[in-house]
Structure formats: C-alpha cells, structure tokens
C-alpha cells in the first residue's frame, strides 16, 4: 500500500529504513544514538547491541572484513522478509549517521532447525 509501484521485497526494505529514524526519536534511542556517533564501524557495533537487547533469542555479532566493510552473523527467527527489513534497518541506521553509499550483500542464509535461521551479511561504505 505504501509502495505500490514496486515489488513486496523492496516495499519491506523502504519501510524498515524508517524504523531506526523513529527509534532514534525515542529517549533510550536518542541515548544510544549518542554513543554511536558517524563512524559506520561503531554505529555498526552499537546497532549490534540494540538488536540484542530488542530479541533476546536471537544472536547477532559484527567483525571487520575489510577498511569500509564488516560481516554481520546473526541466528534469528526465520522470515521471509528478513534479509530485506535487515538491509532497511542497516541502510536506515547508517543514513541516520550521515553514513552514505552504505550496502548490504547477503553472503549466505542457512537453515538452523525449525527455529532459527543463521544469516551472514557484508555491509560496506
């Protein structure tokens, strides 16, 4: 509805890019928002910490994989539309720091029972 001209993949992804912007409006999101500053490794590990604290069950870490690109494994609920809402909150997230040009490349998603799905994502600026 919001997006009609386009597929329900990249209408997820659009809206999820809202959902950080709206967070940060919030008093625990204006303090975290602080912390993280405009260095997209740092906004990435504090994202890192929000994520946990959101989902307790679900498990989410991020490492370097390069100067302008970090890897992020996560095992979460299985979604059809995980990978597209992710790449929507990273993207919303890092635009919000006034971090441009950022990516988000699945690098794999594997089965983990009927629970959890384990992803790896490259995220690059």
């Given at each position: 509805v919001?997006?009609?001209s386009l597929p329900l993949e990249q209408s997820m992804e659009r809206i999820?890019?809202?959902?950080y912007p709206v967070f940060r409006d919030s008093?625990?999101?204006r303090t975290l928002s602080a912390m993280m500053g405009k260095d997209p490794r740092k906004v990435l590990e504090r994202l890192v910490d929000a994520y946990t604290m959101s989902v307790q069950d679900n498990q989410h870490s991020v490492r370097m994989a390069g100067e302008h690109a970090m890897l992020w494994e996560c095992r979460?609920?299985?979604?059809p539309f995980y990978a597209?809402?992710?790449?929507?909150?990273?993207l919303g997230t890092l635009k919000s720091h006034g971090v441009?040009?950022?990516r988000?490349?699945?690098?794999s998603r594997?089965?983990?029972?009927?629970?959890h799905t384990r992803w790896v994502f490259r995220i690059s600026w």
């Open positions: 919001l997006y009609p999820a890019e809202t959902f008093m625990v999101g979460v609920e299985p979604s597209d809402t992710f790449r929507g909150i990273v441009l040009g950022g988000v490349e699945t690098v594997v089965a983990d029972g009927l629970e």
